[in-house]
């Protein structure tokens, strides 16, 4: 089965604080993508992760990937208010003949002064 | 320069109506794409077109038919709504790996 599991789904930080998003993937891919999306907005490509270990970073977000424990990871630096949105991560997956981009439930992040 | 651009922005249908969703880049991209976002779902991809004249199924494809006009336009079409296709539809277009999301179509069937 193609499946996307994020974790944690709700995320409330402080301002100033670091966490981490968590994205496990269920087959094997090489190409890995974050998104974010505002509440009532559509989506904004953030990073596209293409081998096993790149890494990227966007101020004060940074994604990185292991294709072999299928795991990608958005590191979040000293959070502030406008990082505030819903996150997903999504990837390739092939099953049987075809592909399939398939995406995580999202992480609703608020970032609180 | 649009982008990805898609109309309507809203739309109210009553069961077993139709409707076709449009889409249309101006970015020069080959591939498109069309998903339905749904609370706590994330996205499904409905359908997806590699190139100008070809068209595969995602993974939510029932209910659902696409055209791939010319290269700029890729459009959605709802034979028979249902109410379990109340759901914003998002098209989008890909260059390098990078998608470009459009604004989206929140449809309401009752």
């Known amino acids: 089965e193609l499946k996307v599991e994020q974790n944690p789904l709700f995320l409330s930080m402080q301002e100033g604080k670091n966490y981490t998003i968590y994205c496990n993937y269920s087959?094997?891919?090489?190409?890995l993508y974050w998104y974010r999306q505002d509440p009532g907005k559509s989506l904004e490509s953030l990073f596209v992760?293409?081998?096993?270990?790149a890494v990227k970073q966007e101020g004060r977000l940074m994604a990185s990937l292991d294709t072999k424990a299928r795991l990608s990871t958005l590191h979040i630096t000293a959070a502030v208010h406008d990082l505030s949105a819903t996150y997903f991560c999504?990837?390739?997956?092939?099953?049987?003949?075809?592909?399939?981009?398939?995406f995580g439930k999202g992480t609703k992040l608020s970032v609180k002064p | 320069n649009a982008g990805v651009t898609q109309t309507p922005k809203f739309q109210v249908l009553k069961t077993g109506q139709s409707m076709t969703l449009q889409c249309a880049q101006d970015?020069?991209?080959?591939?498109m794409y069309w998903y339905r976002q749904d609370p706590g779902m994330g996205l499904r991809l409905i359908y997806y077109?590699?190139?100008?004249?070809?068209?595969d199924k995602g993974e939510v494809p029932n209910g659902y038919n696409v055209s791939r006009l010319n290269k700029r336009e890729f459009s959605l079409r709802l034979e028979s709504a249902a109410p379990s296709q109340t759901s914003v539809y998002f098209c989008?277009?890909?260059?390098?790996?990078?998608?470009?999301f459009g604004p989206g179509t929140r449809l309401t069937v009752l």
């Open positions: 989008a277009s890909t260059k390098r790996d990078t998608q470009y």
């Open positions: 087959t094997t891919s090489d190409r």
């Open positions: 992760l293409l081998s096993n270990g």
């Open positions: 999504s990837y390739w997956g092939y099953g049987g003949s075809q592909g399939n981009l398939i």
């Open positions: 970015m020069n991209h080959n591939s």
């Open positions: 077109s590699a190139s100008e004249g070809t068209t």
